[in-house]
């Protein structure tokens, strides 16, 4: 066992499957170069030793060539119904380890033997943290995720006027983070995503900007988006402060911009308001949380997840979903192209005396504004099909806040609980609207009592009615969302009593404002209310399938018809009268979704001398610029590819069939958090015939970059 502890270089690791490194029993190997901490090698020991059916001990190998270099012998995989997850165990070795306690901090919670049994060994550098089973619903979060930085990213923006106490704002935050379990958490691969949970929340979360750093807030909004989460480190929310400009006359009060950024895997938008909640307990405690970490907490909830009978929602799902597809928006006409790319933004509202005339209107019919919406929305869908041709069913996705499960505290449990469902509708434009509406209610209210079941898995259902997968275990099969997606922005309800303690401090607080995250789907649309009480529409779209001028129209159809409505729908109007009043109007149109971009992305060709392959295989979360890095970094003769995230491991592995070919050796590369999936593939390639590569991984801090380039141009000479 290695004894020295003194500093050394980024740990970086070689694995190799078994084939390269010639033994009797083919037994896969780890070649570790760097000091190894022992306490941090433990601690993964007893991490892969918890989740593994079969004990290790005596099982294991470990050779001390010296002191940046020993390499471990694993168990033999042949045979094994459940082999040692040597790629998982070369993510913990090369990890950054859990920081140590700061003198005053109170340990962290014992581990959760019910969600994973975990236990981690008691180390001088921190225990490695504690591992449970995403949600399904987190699942399709993270595939999504993976699409580009800024997916699946929300925003709460708001403006705090008074006077702001920096010191007190940072330490008020800090102290909210290691109080909130979620977020000191984060994600782990091995191969499939499992949320982890560590003793001490990351890095400081608050950045402050003086005035003039930014344009405005809009500039200060889209930037804190571009910058994605690292989701292999904990802290899935970050906040930016703004300064306003300088008081220009005595007693007028300072402002500052806030933007409040998170990840939607970790969190949703009731769940940054309950936060925000408890900030301001904090701040006005003087910067200290009252009270220990929360429970329930998103571990609880996954174990109430697990105990729900998927049955009855299955045939609710078969029962209520029409047979026909869902219409979608029609689509563009060949070789009309928008010209832009990424995510688009618009917004538009309804004044305070429309939002109150409609809310009277939908509460006459027995309805809330959610129903009123979700009627005009699929009476424009209908329009937008075509001209007028009896029934169809119509479809498009409604967010759920998630909250009405039957479990203590729910309210006040922050987590990925909201989850946007699909709802399909058949429009009859000889039907009255206010059928159409109530319609809509009811479907809205029986698909409430499911709103824990992802979108996912209600495909699954309706496409294959055969099966019964098993809901513990299986991640739910990936689907394409509806083309379009409502909510109403879900708050928990305000507390006066927390106003009225800040404005005796001399600060007013606005109403926080939702940004909606950019998704899959064409267009997104998220309702709230403003401070004055209006309703106010905000929208995100994918440029590539429309027009920013085209999101304005869809805004500006849909405030006119919820305008509308309240002045001239009685009793007998029928959709097709509300949907006259849209002549001469030209709705917009979607194009067709891009094609899929290849899993394999080339980097650079290979020169006369190459004579390996190496594929970057992007770590779920990496940083954007990773893998410019490497490229700088390394200099060697061979093609260089990287193996976007994939979906799932074989899609992964057949990206790899044009560089695997007869006579090419090919060898994978990351930092940590890949080698779980390398390791996968690799064992995929085996299992089909071919030479397995070596998987090299290295650290993703301080010199993790010129460690692993040295580490692949060695792996690459072999």
């Known amino acids: 066992m290695p004894t020295d502890r003194s500093p050394a270089p980024t740990m970086t690791v070689v694995l190799d499957p078994g084939h390269h490194h010639r033994t009797q029993e ?127 990213v929300e925003q709460l923006l708001w403006r705090w006027h008074g006077p702001l106490d920096l010191t007190r704002f940072t330490t008020a935050w800090q102290s909210v983070s290691t109080c909130e379990t979620v977020l000191r958490s984060a994600f782990v691969w091995d191969p499939h995503p499992r949320t982890v949970l560590f003793d001490h929340p990351g890095p400081g979360v608050v950045t402050h900007h003086t005035h003039g750093t930014y344009t405005d807030r809009e500039h200060l909004r889209n930037t804190e988006r571009s910058h994605g989460f690292d989701l292999r480190r904990p802290g899935p929310l970050r906040i930016a402060l703004l300064d306003g400009p300088p008081p220009r006359t005595p007693g007028e009060e300072p402002s500052t911009d806030i933007v409040l950024t998170y990840h939607r895997a970790l969190l949703d938008d009731w769940s940054a308001r309950v936060l925000v909640r408890e900030f301001y307990r904090a701040y006005l405690a003087g910067g200290t949380l009252p009270g220990g970490e929360r429970r329930p907490d998103l571990r609880d909830y996954t174990r109430w997840l697990d105990r729900q009978d998927p049955g009855p929602a299955r045939d609710f799902w078969r029962r209520t979903t029409p047979p026909a597809a869902p219409a979608p928006l029609p689509r563009a006409a060949p070789g009309e192209h928008t010209g832009h790319h990424g995510a688009g933004h618009a917004s538009t509202r309804l004044s305070g005396t429309e939002t109150t005339r409609l809310l009277h209107w939908a509460a006459r019919h027995g309805a809330t504004e959610s129903s009123a919406l979700h009627t005009v929305w699929a009476m424009l869908l209908y329009r937008a099909s075509g001209p007028l041709r009896g029934p169809v069913p119509i479809g498009f ?269 090919l060898v994978l590369g990351g930092f940590s958090g890949a080698g779980a999936i390398a390791y996968e593939i690799a064992r995929r390639l085996a299992a089909a015939g071919r030479t397995p590569p070596l998987v090299v991984l290295g650290g993703a801090d301080g010199d993790g970059v010129r460690e692993l380039a040295r580490a692949l141009r060695q792996a690459a000479a072999d």
């Not at 619903?137 to 580009?148: F, N, Y």
């Not at 905000?538 to 001028?549: F, G, K, N, T, Y």
């Not at 009685?570 to 001469?584: H, K, Q, Y």
Request: net charge negative; hydrophobic share 40%; proline share 13%.
């Open 26 to 152: 083919s037994r896969p190997v780890l070649e570790l170069r760097g000091r190894l901490d022992p306490a941090l090698f433990l601690a993964a020991l007893d991490r892969i030793a918890a989740g593994h059916p079969a004990p290790l001990t005596g099982r294991l190998r470990l050779h001390r060539h010296g002191p940046d270099h020993h390499s471990l012998e694993l168990p033999s995989a042949t045979g094994d119904p459940a082999p040692c997850p040597a790629g998982l165990l070369a993510d913990l070795i090369t990890s950054t380890p859990t920081p140590p306690a700061a003198p005053g901090d109170t340990p962290g919670p014992a581990p959760d033997t019910a969600s994973g049994g975990e236990a981690a060994a008691s180390a001088t550098r921190g225990p490695l943290p504690r591992t449970f089973a995403v949600t399904p619903l987190q699942h399709e979060l993270l595939t999504d995720a993976s699409r580009g930085p800024d997916h699946q």
């Open 397 to 665: 996705g409604v967010s759920f806040s998630g909250r009405g499960g039957l479990l203590d505290d729910i309210e006040r449990i922050p987590g990925p609980l909201a989850n946007p469902l699909p709802l399909t509708v058949e429009v009859d434009p000889a039907a009255p609207v206010e059928r159409l509406l109530r319609t809509l209610r009811d479907r809205v209210l029986d698909m409430a009592a499911y709103e824990w079941t992802p979108a996912g898995r209600i495909h699954e259902w309706l496409t294959r009615p055969g099966t019964q997968p098993n809901e513990a275990t299986e991640p739910p099969e990936i689907t394409e969302p509806p083309e379009t997606q409502l909510a109403f922005a879900h708050a928990p309800r305000r507390d006066d009593r927390l106003t009225a303690a800040l404005a005796a401090h001399g600060v007013r607080v606005e109403h926080p404002v939702p940004a909606p995250a950019r998704t899959a789907t064409a267009l997104s649309v998220v309702a709230h209310h403003d401070g004055q009480g209006s309703l106010v529409l905000s929208a995100v779209h994918d440029r590539e399938r429309l027009a920013d001028d085209r999101t304005r129209a869809v805004l500006a159809h849909t405030a006119r018809l919820l305008r509308t409505l309240p002045r001239t729908a009685g009793p007998g109007t029928t959709v097709a009268e509300v949907i006259g009043s849209l002549d001469g109007t030209d709705l917009p149109r979607l194009h067709d979704r891009p094609a899929p971009a290849s899993l394999l992305v080339p980097l650079r060709p290979a020169a006369p001398a190459g004579r390996a392959v190496i594929c970057l295989v992007a770590a779920p979360g990496a940083p954007a610029d990773w893998c410019r890095a490497l490229l700088h970094a390394y200099d060697g003769p061979e093609a260089l590819f990287v193996l976007r995230t994939p979906a799932d491991v074989p899609r992964g592995a057949a990206a790899l069939a044009p560089v695997t070919g007869p006579g090419s050796r």
